[in-house]
């Protein structure tokens, strides 16, 4: 009979049922391995207490302290009318800070016994406020002494705590224990590492990089296991994203070559503009690839404005030249109709294939939305399956079965981010042969990430700005701190206005939320900690009746039926609606060199390469562009100084880099991941960024010289552990 391996024993059998179904539902732990890895978030030191100071609110936290005094209360209630009821208050210290430890009722007994003044313990639960002072209710705890040989030898001797990341059903200490039972089965992990990769880098083995993480003696030791850690995380994933480029790399494609008098040099001989050097490089790249008979990857990051949608269009021409189709994919109405009429308004008569007046090399462009009516709709796919229509532009409405296409040689996703896996398949699916894919988004991404989240692209980059964009200037408006510099705000957009030009004002939320009885409630609670975010619907009324009376205001929101979202957006680019209140609805893509000015509400509640996004919608004319970012955040806080960083600089590699150094590193991945839990423990997107970037060296070579990774059982078992369902769709990005 097989013996199952050590490190894939399920915990229900090694440390009963009980503890094991709390690690499952709550930590995700089903394995002797998977607990292995749950590594400590941090280290309290023996004879160091820990900074009561800092501790977070409504975060559940473990901390190590000293018992200063303890004293039993007695009290009438209604379960106890005759006085009996008790109340233990016990106030623990850490030399800098205080913390008060609440017990109730029955629950009062062994505290009362232990937790004696001078007593030292690891105390866990959740911090709130009472009385304006911080406490845990009735916390767990767990006494630290040295009397009990068995237990302080064995799970002390260290003089360094773990302790780990915890919930409220499963204390670190109790981890720690649990964690202590399977220590041993370290020696059986088998090392995904090859051999000349961790002796040619001084890394120690798993098993003792494991052992030392969880069982420290020095701070050396827990170094020299992260240092190891970070490595297995960075390698297995980078061979991840190999092995999947290079089986990319062998699936067959159709070649797509431009004719040499075709589309493509009928639309840029019509074009008012040279392309920028930029421009030029990103589309030499793309179609070399397209001139191969494998499937492009690429990932084209183009600053707010570089001009992304034109490389974009010149190489769906070429596919169109070479006999082929493209789409491009959008992510909402509003942009799939924006683009839709910038690409018809470019190509001008180029787009109007079969139509009268239309030019000899012309073909097709049509829009398929949602929201569409049935006719319109209905000859969009008629023009598609016959290659008609050389080119389509929608939302996932493009996805669904019932489109089919004549030859789909090309496939543009507008950022990325916002398409779920699925639904990028789908559509590769729908060519006779997989399409090239080209994947464009404005929101910079650092190398490292890109590295990591998008590995298995190419990726190219555009990050010049083309002639005639005008520089933005972007100031905080600090409201509540002096509130005549938002009274300024308000007369700065009159001037714009008064010069011809137009603004938008952008808010947090749409404000007709209120219905929801459950968000409705959330709101109440909100104001009691913050007022609840300012609301598109409540700005517009004021700013039409005050500030900015007499001026033509209209408001946009996702909640709008798509026909009025576009009768809106018509009647701001032709100019006739001076000033647009928004939600962040306008925040990609949309295109209007005449509005100059923006302002944003709240701004303190977006995020940093959200206002980059937002900021990039003015300034797209000859006209200088003004960004003023509202808050009434104090001057010290971070989210003023995140403001402060936006005002400071308009390079988004700059300011993704601080976004990512503010936010957790989960976030990053979890939001470019579509939701995946991160599968990175101690990897660090960008502090580790050389481990990165020689991991992906190493791993590249590794899966050309040998993609099966025959010799590497143990490197092979860490893969099928990453891919494991969830993180399948983590990978699935290519």
Same mark, same amino acid.
């Given at each position: 009979?097989?013996?199952?391996?050590?490190?894939?024993?399920?915990?229900?059998?090694?440390?009963?049922?009980?503890?094991?179904?709390?690690?499952?539902?709550?930590?995700?732990?089903?394995?002797?391995?998977?607990?292995?890895?749950?590594?400590?978030?941090?280290?309290?030191?023996?004879?160091?207490?820990?900074?009561?100071?800092?501790?977070?609110?409504?975060?559940?936290?473990?901390?190590?302290?000293?018992?200063?005094?303890?004293?039993?209360?007695?009290?009438?209630?209604?379960?106890?009318?005759?006085?009996?009821?008790?109340?233990?208050?016990?106030?623990?210290?850490?030399?800098?800070?205080?913390?008060?430890?609440?017990?109730?009722?029955?629950?009062?007994?062994?505290?009362?016994?232990?937790?004696?003044?001078?007593?030292?313990?690891?105390?866990?639960?959740?911090?709130?406020?009472?009385?304006?002072?911080?406490?845990?209710?009735?916390?767990?705890?767990?006494?630290?002494?040295?009397?009990?040989?068995?237990?302080?030898?064995?799970?002390?001797?260290?003089?360094?705590?773990?302790?780990?990341?915890?919930?409220?059903?499963?204390?670190?200490?109790?981890?720690?224990?649990?964690?202590?039972?399977?220590?041993?089965?370290?020696?059986?992990?088998?090392?995904?590492?090859?051999?000349?990769?961790?002796?040619?880098?001084?890394?120690?083995?798993?098993?003792?990089?494991?052992?030392?993480?969880?069982?420290?003696?020095?701070?050396?030791?827990?170094?020299?296991?992260?240092?190891?850690?970070?490595?297995?995380?960075?390698?297995?994933?980078?061979?991840?994203?190999?092995?999947?480029?290079?089986?990319?790399?062998?699936?067959?494609?159709?070649?797509?070559?431009?004719?040499?008098?075709?589309?493509?040099?009928?639309?840029?001989?019509?074009?008012?503009?040279?392309?920028?050097?930029?421009?030029?490089?990103?589309?030499?790249?793309?179609?070399?690839?397209?001139?191969?008979?494998?499937?492009?990857?690429?990932?084209?990051?183009?600053?707010?404005?570089?001009?992304?949608?034109?490389?974009?269009?010149?190489?769906?021409?070429?596919?169109?030249?070479?006999?082929?189709?493209?789409?491009?994919?959008?992510?909402?109405?509003?942009?799939?109709?924006?683009?839709?009429?910038?690409?018809?308004?470019?190509?001008?008569?180029?787009?109007?294939?079969?139509?009268?007046?239309?030019?000899?090399?012309?073909?097709?462009?049509?829009?398929?939305?949602?929201?569409?009516?049935?006719?319109?709709?209905?000859?969009?796919?008629?023009?598609?399956?016959?290659?008609?229509?050389?080119?389509?532009?929608?939302?996932?409405?493009?996805?669904?079965?019932?489109?089919?296409?004549?030859?789909?040689?090309?496939?543009?996703?507008?950022?990325?981010?916002?398409?779920?896996?699925?639904?990028?398949?789908?559509?590769?699916?729908?060519?006779?042969?997989?399409?090239?894919?080209?994947?464009?988004?404005?929101?910079?991404?650092?190398?490292?990430?890109?590295?990591?989240?998008?590995?298995?692209?190419?990726?190219?980059?555009?990050?010049?700005?083309?002639?005639?964009?005008?520089?933005?200037?972007?100031?905080?408006?600090?409201?509540?701190?002096?509130?005549?510099?938002?009274?300024?705000?308000?007369?700065?957009?009159?001037?714009?206005?008064?010069?011809?030009?137009?603004?938008?004002?952008?808010?947090?939320?749409?404000?007709?939320?209120?219905?929801?009885?459950?968000?409705?409630?959330?709101?109440?609670?909100?104001?009691?900690?913050?007022?609840?975010?300012?609301?598109?619907?409540?700005?517009?009324?004021?700013?039409?009746?005050?500030?900015?009376?007499?001026?033509?205001?209209?408001?946009?929101?996702?909640?709008?039926?798509?026909?009025?979202?576009?009768?809106?957006?018509?009647?701001?680019?032709?100019?006739?609606?001076?000033?647009?209140?928004?939600?962040?609805?306008?925040?990609?893509?949309?295109?209007?060199?005449?509005?100059?000015?923006?302002?944003?509400?709240?701004?303190?509640?977006?995020?940093?390469?959200?206002?980059?996004?937002?900021?990039?919608?003015?300034?797209?004319?000859?006209?200088?562009?003004?960004?003023? /970012? #509202?808050?009434?955040? *104090? @001057?010290?806080?971070?989210?003023?100084?995140?403001? +402060? %960083?936006?005002?400071?600089? $308009? &390079?988004?590699?700059?300011?993704?880099?601080?976004?990512?150094?503010?936010?957790?590193?989960?976030?990053?991945?979890?939001?470019?991941?579509?939701?995946?839990?991160?599968?990175?423990?101690?990897?660090?997107?960008?502090?580790?960024?050389?481990?990165?970037?020689?991991?992906?060296?190493?791993?590249?070579? /590794? #899966?050309?010289?040998? *993609? @099966?990774?025959?010799?590497?059982?143990?490197?092979? +078992? %860490?893969?099928?552990?990453? $891919? &494991?369902?969830?993180?399948?769709?983590?990978?699935?990005?290519?």
């Amino acid at each position: 009979m097989d013996l199952v391996p050590a490190l894939e024993e399920p915990l229900k059998k090694v440390l009963g049922p009980a503890t094991a179904k709390v690690m499952a539902e709550h930590l995700g732990l089903h394995t002797v391995g998977d607990l292995l890895h749950h590594y400590p978030r941090r280290y309290e030191e023996r004879g160091q207490l820990t900074h009561l100071a800092d501790l977070p609110m409504d975060e559940h936290v473990t901390v190590v302290a000293m018992v200063a005094d303890a004293r039993l209360h007695t009290f009438a209630s209604a379960k106890a009318p005759r006085g009996k009821g008790q109340r233990l208050e016990v106030t623990i210290t850490d030399g800098s800070g205080r913390l008060q430890l609440v017990f109730f009722g029955n629950g009062v007994h062994k505290p009362h016994k232990e937790l004696l003044p001078g007593t030292r313990a690891m105390f866990a639960g959740k911090v709130s406020v009472f009385n304006r002072r911080l406490q845990l209710a009735h916390p767990a705890y767990e006494l630290l002494r040295g009397d009990d040989p068995a237990e302080s030898v064995e799970t002390w001797a260290g003089a360094l705590i773990p302790l780990y990341p915890a919930t409220a059903k499963l204390e670190s200490w109790k981890i720690g224990k649990a964690v202590q039972t399977v220590l041993p089965s370290v020696q059986e992990a088998l090392d995904p590492l090859p051999p000349t990769l961790r002796e040619g880098r001084g890394l120690v083995s798993l098993p003792e990089a494991l052992l030392k993480i969880h069982r420290p003696h020095t701070k050396a030791d827990i170094a020299a296991a992260r240092d190891r850690l970070k490595w297995d995380e960075a390698f297995v994933l980078q061979v991840a994203l190999a092995r999947r480029r290079h089986t990319d790399a062998l699936l067959p494609a159709v070649a797509r070559r431009p004719a040499p008098d075709g589309l493509l040099t009928a639309f840029d001989d019509r074009l008012p503009f040279t392309l920028t050097d930029g421009q030029r490089k990103v589309s030499k790249e793309i179609f070399d690839d397209l001139a191969t008979e494998h499937p492009m990857h690429r990932l084209l990051q183009g600053e707010v404005g570089s001009g992304k949608t034109m490389v974009a269009l010149r190489a769906m021409l070429a596919v169109v030249d070479a006999g082929g189709q493209a789409a491009m994919l959008a992510p909402t109405e509003v942009l799939a109709q924006q683009h839709h009429r910038s690409v018809t308004e470019m190509m001008g008569e180029l787009a109007e294939g079969g139509m009268l007046g239309g030019a000899d090399h012309a073909t097709k462009v049509v829009l398929l939305t949602g929201s569409m009516g049935t006719a319109a709709r209905r000859q969009a796919m008629l023009d598609l399956v016959t290659g008609e229509a050389g080119i389509v532009i929608g939302t996932h409405a493009l996805i669904e079965d019932k489109v089919q296409f004549h030859d789909l040689g090309l496939v543009v996703v507008d950022e990325q981010h916002r398409f779920g896996v699925e639904q990028r398949d789908a559509l590769r699916g729908k060519g006779k042969q997989p399409p090239h894919l080209l994947v464009m988004t404005a929101t910079p991404i650092p190398r490292t990430v890109a590295m990591t989240v998008f590995g298995d692209l190419e990726t190219s980059v555009l990050d010049q700005l083309p002639a005639g964009r005008s520089p933005i200037a972007t100031h905080v408006v600090p409201a509540a701190d002096k509130p005549h510099f938002l009274a300024r705000a308000w007369e700065r957009v009159r001037e714009e206005v008064g010069n011809g030009h137009q603004a938008y004002v952008v808010c947090p939320r749409i404000g007709d939320e209120e219905d929801d009885p459950k968000k409705a409630k959330k709101s109440a609670e909100d104001e009691a900690e913050k007022r609840p975010p300012l609301a598109v619907l409540d700005v517009a009324d004021h700013l039409a009746t005050g500030p900015l009376n007499g001026l033509t205001v209209e408001v946009l929101h996702g909640r709008m039926h798509p026909d009025d979202k576009d009768a809106v957006m018509r009647r701001f680019t032709a100019g006739e609606t001076d000033v647009l209140v928004a939600t962040t609805v306008i925040e990609v893509g949309v295109n209007v060199p005449n509005a100059t000015a923006m302002v944003i509400m709240d701004a303190d509640r977006f995020g940093v390469s959200q206002l980059h996004q937002l900021r990039g919608r003015v300034g797209r004319g000859s006209a200088p562009g003004l960004c003023l /970012l #509202v808050t009434e955040m *104090p @001057e010290a806080s971070p989210a003023r100084q995140r403001l +402060t %960083a936006v005002a400071s600089t $308009l &390079d988004g590699f700059e300011l993704s880099r601080i976004d990512l150094e503010q936010r957790r590193e989960g976030d990053v991945l979890g939001q470019a991941q579509s939701g995946a839990r991160s599968s990175l423990r101690v990897l660090a997107v960008i502090e580790d960024e050389e481990i990165i970037a020689e991991a992906r060296e190493e791993a590249t070579a /590794l #899966v050309a010289r040998d *993609p @099966e990774l025959t010799d590497l059982p143990g490197l092979r +078992t %860490a893969l099928d552990a990453l $891919l &494991d369902e969830e993180r399948e769709q983590y990978l699935e990005k290519g």
